[in-house]
């Protein structure tokens, strides 16, 4: 681990050309079909709403499963992630863009997702996101996402799929302050693991599952 405290390093963009570079190989690693973690969600979803998928990645497993139900919008912040996105979910509609800066419609999803992304955005901006997707959730939408367990300040590997990539993140209990801070209703908490296809990989990894509501 390497302190990302460098002013000369943008560490968005170190995010979105580590992706680009090693898309074919984390692609590849990720679990063909979604487990149990988007049961809780999608038994609170009607045929047809419209979901955000932030993160979305290639799209699988997750937004791949979820348009078979309902409308799906992905951001993601690597151009190479969106065009596998397009060609593996064609149902789904997909924006290239940081999510911070993007412009949606507020009052507009019945639910948003992120699973394994909000930790590669600075967590200074974790509080403004968290207030942004309140905006564009629906009165009583939901928000499911991965989170942490422990507060790290940003940092550097080197060992991410080849590339050099970046994580920033607060704790769990830091995490339900913002959140509640912004206005959601915490609904539950459980855990969740890396959602790689590799059993070994899968366990060695646990990250907070989060679901949320927007009063």
């Given at each position: 681990m390497i302190p990302a405290t460098d002013p000369k390093v943008g560490y968005k963009v170190l995010v979105r050309k580590a992706y680009d570079s090693?898309?074919?190989?984390y692609a590849e690693s990720r679990m063909a079909e979604p487990g149990n973690e988007i049961r809780g969600l999608s038994d609170r979803l009607n045929d047809g709403d419209a979901v955000l998928d932030i993160g979305c990645g290639a799209g699988v497993p997750i937004a791949k499963s979820l348009a078979a139900r309902y409308r799906v919008t992905g951001v993601d912040v690597s151009p190479e992630m969106?065009?596998?996105a397009q060609q593996n979910v064609p149902a789904g509609n997909f924006k290239c863009a940081d999510i911070m800066s993007t412009q949606l419609p507020p009052s507009s999803f019945d639910a948003v997702i992120a699973f394994y992304a909000i930790f590669h955005i600075p967590?200074?901006?974790?509080?403004d996101l968290f207030r942004r997707v309140y905006r564009w959730l629906k009165p009583g939408g939901y928000l499911l996402c991965t989170l942490s367990h422990y507060s790290e300040e940003g940092y550097t590997e080197d060992d991410f799929f080849g590339v050099t990539m970046y994580w920033s993140n607060f704790s769990l209990g830091e995490y339900r302050e913002i959140l509640t801070e912004a206005g959601f209703v915490l609904v539950e908490s459980k855990s969740t693991g890396s959602g790689y296809e590799n059993a070994?990989?899968?366990?060695?990894?646990?990250?907070?599952?989060?679901?949320?509501?927007k009063q």
């Open positions: 090693c898309a074919a190989a969106i065009r596998r967590r200074e901006e974790h509080p070994a990989l899968e366990t060695s990894e646990n990250h907070p599952l989060v679901l949320a509501r």
